[in-house]
């Protein structure tokens, strides 16, 4: 095995898409002052019957999946002993970083009651049968990890050399329950439905929802490490990491196919025809949602088209497309609550989470550029 | 296929088996309901003898202090007279309601008639908002059942407005401090020896405050009645010495709502229109909040699985790091 040679990109920062990229956040911040001062209603479409929004929807539950990048790879890595796919784990380890980080922050500005957060941490307000309690302990600690998981990039950064030998002797402790604390709360996030009965469409609401959202947030997070390469290797010329992202193809293509599957035969068991042929919004959904997982799992398994870099580019940007329309989904297109309440997002709902978006995609420029990330050739 | 991918498929159908098992029982994953508490109170809400004057509205906007509500597209029809709510919200309570088909002609009958429906807390026996709650912010009292909010603990996440089968938990989204609104029967007022606003006020006896096990046998009576017999509906408090209000036996709907729906709740509601009509929905007798619970428990029973899961995690991490000592 080669030793890792993980280089700071070095080049400007200020560049032009990293300013349009301050600019979006800017707004977003001027939304959020807005939302402070004025309350969720002044910036948001929320109501009594959609409480959550594309807030929770997006910044937090299909943003914690992006992140599952660094979950997912750990897996491979470490659980599964793949060591070949190690020049793959850093960049990975920091979109998950950012991920989460900023899902968690999101998290602060769409709380309505935000100044008692630290009430979670507080043993007698403590209601462990709350699903919602498991997945904010789980992400809060996640997010330590995560960082503890990603220090040697700093530590090498700063030539802290004793302190990251000091680190690698108890890493694989960090390394085990950065798997385990997703596997956690990523299920939980479907855990968090289960409560909903009969408000939400028979064609998400089964017993099975945390491993869907287990098997499709691994999944997505493979997705994200196959779109950060190309997008990474191309935009600064980096050797291409093809060979490797061939390999990983097929075993996203069956995990895909595993969960295809047994999607349909849930339905089965349950008798749940009849709504996925019924002219409903929710039955369209339902089939454009499994349209846009199957074309990645044919394209995943099909060993002439994964070796093309367009066809795999698509097939990850598919990926995470058809996981984010699965959340989209499960919470708010299948959920009924009934009264005639509708809920679309507003446009500056929509521009705080793209702000959101902006901000991680910023800080990734300034971490890859200045600090040991990829794994280049160039010297730094 | 090379040993690789054999052994992941290996594994993904492994975890896939694994979670199958306890799924397709998940009947058998829930908890017991929990029981009615041995003091419940409650309301049985008649609505044949609602006439909808909506004192109890007004009644409960002076009880519990909340302000009134005038939706922007009702604002130039009436300014600042009438409160023009349209359903129970972060500045309502309780509200009624009114089902109509056709020429509305007739109360309290399905074709061409109208009826009406009072809107607010069911007080749930087993509560799925406060079993979502993460911070103990929504408790139901163990003694006479009212579940109560508590701002204090409260962080806004708002999984209760969510999770609620009766939509009825709504937070203030036009406050930047916004609170969790809910009906918590009065209990300001019961301190004091006084009953429900709501109940107190209402003039025909429609909402009627009282024991649950009470109410039943009250309900159940009315049910039992020829319609048309003259009968004394008790007004207030059940078994208080008000008044009563004497009226003729309506034509029920044989279905006292509120007994079994999500594991039973401490309203009764009575009713000449079916009851999915006035926005009460058909909903099962298991509560949503002992499937929910039920899984949460076998998964985190103990942490005994997550902890033997991340044993293994750590053996197999610390063999990985080990062949690849020179990386991180």
Known sequence: MPQSTHQPLGGKLLTKPFLFFALLFAIAVYFLATRFMFGLGSVTNLNGGYPWGVWVVVDVIIGTAFGCGGFAMALLVYIFNKGEYHPLMRPALLGGLFGYTLGGMAVIFDL????????????????????MFEVALCVMAYILVLWIEFSPAFLE???????????????YIIIALGVLLPTMHQSSLGSLLLVMGSQLSPLWYTAWLPLWFLLTAIAMGYGIVILESTLVTNAFRLPSEQRILSKLSPIVGWLLAVFLVLRFVDLLIRGQIAPMFAAEMNA???????????????????????????????????????????????????????????????????????????????LYLVFVKKLPVLHGTRPA | MDKSRRRFIQGAAGVAAGAAVPAQSAKALRRENKP?????????????????????????????????????????????????????????????????????????????????????????????????????????????????????????????????????????????????????????????????????????????????????????????????????????????????????????????????????????????????????????????????????????????????????????????????????
């Open chain 2, 36 to 328: 009615l508490p041995p003091n419940a109170l409650g309301m049985l809400y008649d609505s044949t003898l609602c006439i909808g004057c909506r004192a109890c509205v007004t009644a409960c906007k002076e009880a519990n202090d909340v302000p009134v509500e005038q939706p922007a597209h009702l604002r130039d029809w009436n300014v600042g007279v009438w409160d023009t709510g349209e359903d129970i919200s972060g500045k309502t309570l309780n509200t009624i309601r009114v089902f109509t088909h056709g020429t509305k002609q007739q109360k309290d009958r399905e074709e061409n008639g109208y009826a009406f429906v009072k809107r607010h807390c069911l007080h749930c026996v087993d509560p799925s908002c406060v079993s979502v709650c993460p911070v103990s912010a929504m408790l139901k009292d163990p003694d006479n059942g009212i579940v109560t909010y508590d701002p204090d603990a409260c962080i806004g996440c708002r999984y209760c407005v969510y999770g609620c089968p009766f939509s009825v938990p709504q937070y203030q989204f036009d406050d930047a401090f916004g609170k969790i609104a809910k009906c918590e029967f009065c209990q300001h007022l019961q301190k004091k020896g006084q009953i429900p606003a709501c109940c107190d006020v209402c003039p025909t006896g429609a909402s009627l405050f009282g024991r649950v096990d009470e109410l039943q046998q009250e309900a159940e009576r009315r049910l039992s009645r020829t319609p048309g017999d003259r009968y004394e509906f008790p007004r207030g408090r059940l078994g208080d010495d008000r008044p009563t209000h004497e009226a003729a036996i309506p034509k029920y709907k044989p279905h006292v709502y509120g007994v079994s729906e999500v594991g039973g709740t401490q309203i009764r509601y009575l009713a000449g229109v079916p009851h999915e009509k006035l926005g009460l929905p058909k909903l099962p007798d298991d509560s949503y909040a002992s499937l929910s619970e039920g899984v949460q428990h076998t998964l985190y029973k103990g942490m005994i699985a997550p902890l033997a899961l991340l044993g293994g995690l750590i053996y197999l991490a610390r063999r990985a790091t080990k062949q690849h000592e020179d990386e991180d």
């Open chain 1, 112 to 131: 309505g009651r935000y100044w008692n957060f630290y009430n979670l941490l507080l043993p007698w307000y403590a209601q462990p049968s709350s699903v």
């Open chain 1, 284 to 362: 369209s959904m339902f089939w454009l949602e499994i349209l846009v997982f199957a074309i990645p799992t044919v394209i995943l398994l099909s060993p002439a088209r994964r070796t093309s870099q367009q066809q795999m580019f698509l097939a990850a940007l598919l990926l995470l497309a058809a996981g984010s329309l699965y959340r989209i989904n499960a919470y708010l297109v299948g959920y009924e609550p009934g009264n005639g309440w509708s809920y679309f997002p507003s446009a500056p709902e929509l521009m705080v989470t793209i702000g959101v978006i902006s901000l991680e995609i910023m």
């Open chain 1, 157 to 171: 950064r700063f030539g802290l050399t004793n302190a990251k030998q000091k680190l690698k002797r108890f890493l």
